[in-house]
């Protein structure tokens, strides 16, 4: 009840189109400035650049959903149903999983185009493509893990931005900081943990880090 009451409401608001339109462009534009354009058959540089463009739409969407429901007293309506507030979160949660997954379904077109320009790895290309949809989800929950403390619409987005930012900052600069404090900044930074991707290698318990915590 709660997943189809989101999705409708998912697509019938203006901010939430943008965003994955936003999502999609920019995945779109980097595809062809990256690959297409040069000719290159490789689609890890192009997931790295998408995780943070997915760092700035997600959280706007899952933040806003969350809070312009309370604002409109819609919670009120569901704490009537005779769901528990677990059954709640999880309905929103996946409304709004399955909200990115279309734009993400959109980079699963990359692979197969690809394969024009020369020989393509699919397995990792996919797997790629799998480990920036988990992020995806990571960004979800934080989001909505924010958007439930705090109850200003401002206040949930300037925080959630403002961690992310951080924890990017954190692995970027990581170099400077002695050891061990260099590997626990790089361990923190979600973000940074797309280099093991841009750089050929899955990283198993990086995949683990995103679940975990979402």
């Not at 999502?23 to 998408?50: D, K, M, Q, R």
């Not at 997915?54 to 704490?79: H, Q």
Request: aromatic content about 16%; overall charge positive.
């Amino acid at each position: 009840t709660v997943f189809f009451r989101e999705i409708k409401s998912l697509f019938r608001s203006i901010y939430a189109i943008v965003s994955i339109t936003v999502f999609a462009l920019a995945s779109g534009i980097f595809f062809v400035l990256n690959n297409v354009s040069l000719g290159y058959p490789s689609i890890e540089s192009i997931i790295a650049t998408l995780s943070l463009v997915a760092a700035v739409t997600v959280p706007a969407v899952a933040c806003l959903s969350i809070n312009l429901e309370r604002k409109k007293r819609n919670d009120e309506y569901l704490a009537t149903l005779p769901l528990t507030r677990s059954q709640i979160v999880l309905g929103k949660f996946l409304a709004l999983t399955a909200f990115f997954a279309i734009p993400t379904a959109v980079v699963c077109l990359y692979p197969v185009i690809l394969g024009f320009f020369g020989k393509v790895s699919y397995s990792y290309a996919y797997a790629a493509i799998f480990f920036l949809f988990v992020f995806e989800l990571l960004l979800i929950a934080l989001s909505m893990a924010f958007s439930a403390i705090f109850k200003k619409i401002w206040l949930s987005l300037t925080v959630t931005y403002s961690i992310l930012t951080v924890s990017f900052l954190l692995g970027a600069f990581s170099i400077v900081f002695p050891e061990p404090i260099r590997t626990m900044a790089r361990f923190i930074s979600p973000l940074r943990r797309f280099d093991t991707v841009v750089y050929g290698k899955l990283d198993i318990p990086t995949l683990a880090f995103y679940a975990l915590f979402a």
